[in-house]
Structure formats: structure tokens, C-alpha cells
């Protein structure tokens, strides 16, 4: 009998052990996964990544979706209500609303929607703010080729202008801009067709970061082709 006893405490001895490792390593794993969550969530991008990447035979540069940003006051639908009353410039020189088309919710790449709009135009045609506000960065991506990120006004919004042929001569960071300045030319440059220059648009509301690269995209074409 006490031999059965002692090996039925053997057993749940051993029993009780393996649980607790079982127990340790599964604390152990959901902590390195947080980190590596939380870690995605705050720390700036490798190679800073457009807002949406653009273009029209993107291929995916395995960037993660730019995440939400964190309900805050106002609400986004008062904030887009509010960004409908700067009432914004049509980007692209002779562009008129009926020219345009909402291409917003196109697919590009697997599993990334377009969050923006195409602007077609010849090659040259001078591309103007949309708004007042301030250049918030000028970058070249792989997709978007030369870039403009403007600020609004009250840095809430980012306006993205992409596939640029070439800037306005003098344009720089930080630099305050008016509604209907000259930024630059339409272009191919990233992705897009040579055969098909175009200005890809994109409007972001930005989280409370202010992160020029991040953001939620937000549809331009209602605001433009009013
Ligand atoms: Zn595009």
C-alpha cells in the first residue's frame, strides 16, 4: 500500500511540475508576443512608409497597414465634417470634378486597398496644395516615387501627393504653404506606368504623433469633386 501511495505522489509530483512549465512557458510566450505587438505599435517605421502605398502595379512592400488612430475628440465624422469646410483645391492644374473618379476603395496589392485617388494628366501638368498648411516632408518611395506630405492648417490632416516627375523649384520641409501653391509636376515616378502619369492623392487624419507616415485615410474624392 505505501508504495502505491508514494507512486501516485510520484505521479503528481510530476503532473504538478509539468504544469507549472507548461504554465511558465505559455506566460513566457504571450510576453515576447506583447512586446513584439507593442513594439510594432510605437516604433517608427523601417524606411518610413507612405501613408497608403500607392500606385497602380504596386507591388506589396510588406509594410504593415498604418494602425487606426485612437478614438479621440472629435469624432471622425466630425473631423472629416470639419476638413469639408476648407473646402480643397482640386490638386492637379485643368482637372475639373467631373474629371474625376472615386478609385478610393480599388484593390492594389493583395489586400491593401488603394486609399486614394488617381489624378490623370500629361506628364509636366503642375500640381498645386490642396490646401493651406505646411510641407510636413518631402521622401522618395519605392512605390510613390518623389513625395509630398502636407500638413493642414491644424495639423489634424496629412495630404500626400505622389508619383511626382519633380518638385517646384525651392520647395522644402517645414515651409509654410497656401491653398493652390505650386508643388510640383505630375509624374510616373514608384510604381506607376510610364504610359500613364497621374497624381495619386491621398488625405490621412492624423493620430495624436503627428506621424507624417502614418494615419487614417480618410476619402478624398467627396471633398474634391463637390
Ligand atoms: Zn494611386
Redesign the pocket.
Known sequence: MRRIDRRRRERLRRRVVNFGFTFALGALVATLLTDRLQRRETSPPIGPLPIAT???TESSTGAPRAPAVEAAAPSRTEAIGALASHNLLIPVEGVTANKLTD?FDDSRAIGRR?D?I?IMAPRGTQVRAVDDGTIAKLFTSKAGGLTIYQFDPTQSFSYYYAHLDHYATGLAEQQPIRRGQLLGYVGSTGNASESAPHL?FAIARLGTDRAWWKGDPINPYPLLAK
Do not use: F, K
Open positions: 500607392t500606385g497602380d478609385t488603394h486614394a488617381d495619386h
